[in-house]
């Protein structure tokens, strides 16, 4: 099964703020559309709130460790092994979709990382995990012109 996380992050590194994404730049949610549609998004309960619904054309798997949290058209598991179990029964592309707590818990465990890195600094308190690390390498990169520029990269863990 092959895991992928797709994140975007300021050049500070940030990927959000309390509960939101300190930025608006067009195209970047398209890109995410893009590569996650008719797959499997693994989120945090966090993220998952800060949506209020699942994303269109793809199934939803909520981590949080509260067993009473529940939700219409979403799977909720305890941790992010239970998700991968689930996901995996449903034979479609997974994709870890945040936030913070969650790209730390997969990072180990994935194959693939998509993150868009946008060209500001912002102020946040939700980092994204040092990365790039040595076990993963460049394997695609493309650049945008936006309100604010960023850069595509996809890194692929090393063999
Ligand atoms: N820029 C991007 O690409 C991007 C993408 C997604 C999200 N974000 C941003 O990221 C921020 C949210 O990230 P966050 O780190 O605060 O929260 P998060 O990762 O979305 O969710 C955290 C929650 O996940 C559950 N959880 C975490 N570790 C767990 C574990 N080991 N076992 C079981 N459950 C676990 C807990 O839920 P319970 O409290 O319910 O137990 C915890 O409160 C927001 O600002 C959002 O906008 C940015």
Redesign the pocket.
Known sequence: MNISI????SLNGI???????PWVVKGEQALFKKITMGGILI??????D?LGKPLPGRETII????EN?NCDQCKVC???KSALVEAEKLKKSVFI???????E?ALPVVNTVHISTIEKEVS?D?PFPKFPTKEFILAEEHRFTSNINYIYQRFERRK
Do not use: P
């Not at 797709?6 to 992050?9: L, S, W």
């Not at 981590?63 to 509260?66: A, H, L, M």
């Open positions: 797709v994140a975007a992050r990927i959000g703020n309390s509960l939101k994404i989120m945090g309960r966090k993220t998952f800060s981590i949080s460790r509260n949290y305890s941790s992010l979709a945040g936030g913070g707590q969650i790209y818990l946040g939700v």
